[in-house]
């Protein structure tokens, strides 16, 4: 409803972010919104209380197209959701072989096309993970991160849980995107606080810029499942910044557990650094209140230097990085002075 009332139309092709452990955490929620966005629902087995099976639901009953998904899964849902992964490809299946016209069913209209159906995709067989920290730490450009993410998270996954190289059907499903989801359901985590949400995310963004598309993504906060928000993510970003990393409150929480809690802000500002290599989300102004409140505050900067000395310099390397790479244009000629004079 909310990417109609945005642009005007329902969307057609979804990318759905789909990690193990959140899986566990809430039942396989996730999963049950993809079976819906296309028109189906799942079966039960009223005495074990599993799903069984699925049904199609009819167009008259839903009030927009049904819509092409494709899941994109972490290496643990790989692993420990076999049966899952039979049942979206049997879904998908049935969906394309309906006789619906093009406009009801995008899926049917692949099939008629003769392109490909193949809607599972992640890492390859024993991996995890997309790898993109590494080609952020190395400098690579936006659209060389876009590849990367292709490369790393563009194998097929069968029926059966096997997966095979198929990254130009990956980059098919990811440049014709209308939209990206991706559901956080842990109160105690946002997106700054691990780098898989970068890769996840961030990677999406540079990917689908690189392939010409202007997929919207959306994060979705479910951490109080009965009031869900849903943000794009530069609003996401926006949120945790004034939140979180730009937070004097929470700046201060950290720095009553010392060593640790410098390591802690410097793996904050790694994050929203792979997200300003991966999309152009992160803003000069924002930029400017993190240096104000971690190295551009005196008694935040002395206690990195006292209690982390390697933090501090990782904080101060990733903002020299920031302004090198044109992620953050300051207009204070303050700023490379005192990161130049920063004593370590």
């Not at 946002?190 to 690189?210: H, I, K, M, P, Q």
Request: proline residues 3%; hydrophobic residues 45%; charged residues 20%.
């Amino acid at each position: 409803m909310r990417h109609a009332q945005e642009h005007g139309e329902w969307p057609r092709n979804i990318v759905l972010d789909l990690w193990g452990s959140a899986t566990i955490r809430t039942g396989g929620e996730d999963f049950a919104q993809a079976l819906a966005l296309m028109g189906v629902a799942p079966s039960w087995d009223n005495a074990s209380a599993r799903v069984c099976g699925f049904e199609i639901l009819p167009l008259a009953s839903r009030d927009f197209p049904r819509v092409d998904v494709t899941l994109h899964i972490s290496g643990l849902f790989r692993d420990m959701f076999p049966g899952l992964i039979a049942l979206f490809h049997d879904a998908v299946a049935a969906v394309a072989a309906l006789d619906e016209d093009d406009e009801s069913n995008p899926l049917a209209a692949a099939r008629r096309d003769g392109r490909s159906l193949a809607r599972v995709f992640g890492a390859a067989q024993g991996s995890y993970g997309l790898g993109l920290s590494e080609a952020i730490a190395r400098g690579d450009t936006r659209d060389a991160l876009g590849q990367a993410f292709l490369a790393a998270g563009g194998h097929a996954v069968s029926r059966n849980g096997e997966s095979a190289p198929a990254r130009e059907a990956f980059g098919e499903r990811v440049g014709s995107a209308d939209a990206l989801l991706h559901v956080q359901d842990m109160a105690e985590t946002d997106v700054l606080t691990g780098a898989a949400f970068a890769e996840f995310e961030g990677g999406f963004s540079a990917a689908n810029a690189a392939l010409g598309g202007s997929a919207q993504i959306t994060h979705i906060d479910a951490t109080r499942p009965a009031a869900l928000k849903l943000r794009s993510l530069e609003q996401e970003i926006a949120r945790v910044i004034r939140g979180r990393a730009a937070n004097p409150r929470w700046l201060e929480g950290q720095m009553r557990h010392g060593h640790r809690g410098a390591a802690e802000i410097a793996e904050t500002l790694d994050n929203l650094f792979a997200f300003a290599a991966t999309t152009p989300h992160v803003r000069d102004a924002q930029w400017d209140l993190v240096f104000d409140s971690t190295l551009g505050a005196p008694n935040v900067r002395d206690f990195l230097l006292a209690a982390n000395p390697r933090a501090a310099a990782a904080i101060r390397d990733m903002f020299q990085r920031a302004i090198a790479r044109g992620f953050w244009r300051t207009r204070r000629n303050s700023v490379a002075a005192a990161l130049e004079g920063l004593s370590l």
